[in-house]
């Protein structure tokens, strides 16, 4: 990508194209297109006085609400970088970021006050500026760029630190606009598309809705956290086309769901966050869902791998082929394979990946060579060149020199009909090194069964060393802000039951 590429400041560019189009739907609040423009404009004319906003990237801590979709937008408007907190985070993993990121500005939401003190506690030199407090701030007359470089900084997202601290993903406006051009080539744009956001803005899948709705002119109903009933019912209204969860909310919908059947207004249902149990899949073309696995990362702006809607039902289980802008290959100790169905790390290469880890070069070094990104993922491709995602390596389980991989057996606990939601990870063995115990969580109807009936269950479909040998039943699985599974605090709960 050229460094002297640039294209017309987004919201502007909508506001001129479509205004009177609606942009946001949340709750009572319609906005059109020209209202968020206005919105937007208003609220960075006010903090464009505030020193910090200057000064480094600017760090938010905000709720799915419309004010955190406005606080969005105006530092766009403006060109500046921002860092997207997790609010799920504790006071001490947000101040390593905020000090990591070098933020001198804090904007909060009202009602996570406390945790906003906490950080600056840790981080003297931030200031904490409120919605609503910058709301009431005198506004500073301001020029807003016309046109932004695609190689801005535009995000800065912190990954969930499987190991030691989480890095910040650098995602420049180039980066979200080829992510949405890819998709769109990939599903297609109706005028009539409007894509249901229940996941959070501050991670990438949520983030991204938003940067579609700018760049496409698309409708986004944001819901302020993930309700099954609250998803359905807005399906069911027959207005939403498009849906993005992760598995185990898609399996909590189709629980609320029943016997019901969704409208054919509902075009996709993208399912990101790791490999999908093949009998959530099977159960979704029984019911005509229009569910597509998904593969991507922060690192590369949400999704780079998506299922074509034409295969939805030949290839169910992969995750798809690279999005029009994007490549992929699988290598294996520096070979790059071509064997179909022979599994190796998923590479990655194209205008959406990031270009590294805020002040990261080592970071960025081990990740990113020759322009892929090594992902860390497991998978292979079949013979037609789908790819099928296997499992995080920091998650893969070597028992007896054998590799056993997690989803695998997590897709067989949740085929039997007592089965919710099932997590895997490696326990230390001294004769095998590591072998599997198994988390489930029971459904609430016909959950009754037992550790040893799970067991034998396993060591029907499964080789004898990938079968758990422990099951432990939970009423909930450890899961991160966009419910994916975090496989790596499993063993921590196994040590809390065991003792």
């Known amino acids: 990508m050229a460094g002297d590429e640039s294209l017309p400041n987004w919201l502007p560019k909508r506001r001129a194209l479509t205004p009177e189009r609606i942009a946001l739907i949340a709750d009572e609040t319609v906005w059109t297109f020209a209202e968020l423009y206005e919105r937007a404009r208003h609220f960075a004319l006010r903090i464009s006085g505030l020193k910090g906003v200057a000064e480094a990237p600017v760090a938010l801590l905000l709720r799915n609400t419309p004010d955190a979709v406005v606080c969005i937008h105006a530092l766009m408007l403006m060109g500046k970088a921002q860092v997207l907190f997790n609010t799920r985070l504790a006071a001490p993993e947000l101040a390593f970021q905020a000090a990591d990121a070098g933020s001198k500005l804090l904007i909060y939401d009202s009602s996570l006050k406390e945790k906003a003190l906490q950080i600056r506690e840790a981080n003297p030199g931030i200031e904490l500026v409120s919605i609503a407090q910058a709301r009431l701030l005198p506004p500073v007359a301001t020029e807003f760029p016309a046109e932004v470089p695609l190689e801005t900084p535009h995000t800065i997202l912190y990954t969930s630190g499987t190991t030691g601290h989480p890095k910040g993903v650098v995602l420049s406006w180039g980066n979200h606009w080829w992510s949405a051009i890819g998709s769109c080539l990939n599903l297609g744009l109706r005028e009539a598309d409007c894509w249901l956001c229940c996941l959070p803005l501050f991670h990438v899948s949520g983030l991204s809705i938003l940067m579609k709705s700018v760049i496409y002119g698309m409708t986004v109903v944001l819901h302020s956290a993930f309700d099954p009933k609250a998803v359905n019912q807005a399906i069911m209204a027959g207005k939403i086309t498009h849906i993005s969860v992760v598995s185990a909310m898609l399996a909590r919908m189709l629980a609320d ?221 450890p899961r991160n802000a966009a419910n994916k599974l975090l496989r790596r605090k499993l063993a921590t709960l196994a040590e809390g039951i065991e003792r």
């Open 257 to 477: 769901l029943e016997d019901a059947v969704y409208p054919s207004a509902l075009r996709t249902v993208l399912l990101g966050g790791g490999p999908v149990p093949r009998p959530l899949l099977e159960t979704c073309a029984q019911k005509g869902i229009p569910a597509y696995q998904t593969y991507g990362l922060t690192e590369t702006a949400s999704q780079i791998v998506t299922l074509a809607p034409e295969y939805m039902l030949g290839k169910i289980g992969s995750a798809g082929k690279p999005l029009f802008p994007a490549k992929l290959r699988i290598e294996a100790d520096g070979r790059i394979i071509d064997t179909p169905g022979e599994i190796g790390e998923i590479v990655v290469k194209g205008p959406n990946v990031t270009q590294g880890y805020y002040r990261r070069d080592d970071a960025t070094a081990r990740a990113i060579r020759g322009g892929w990104l090594y992902t860390g993922d497991l998978g292979y491709l079949d013979e037609d060149g789908f790819l099928y995602v296997v499992d995080r390596r920091s998650d893969l389980i070597i028992s007896g020199g054998e590799n056993v991989y997690p989803a695998e057996i997590e897709e067989v606990l949740a085929a039997h009909p007592a089965v919710a939601e099932a997590g895997v990870t490696g326990r230390a063995s001294e004769r095998w090194g590591q072998v599997p115990i198994a988390f489930v969580k029971l459904r609430a109807s016909d959950g009754q069964v037992s550790e040893q009936e799970l067991i034998a269950f396993c060591e029907s479909r499964l080789a004898r060393y990938k079968v758990p040998v422990a099951v432990y039943f939970v009423a909930e699985l």
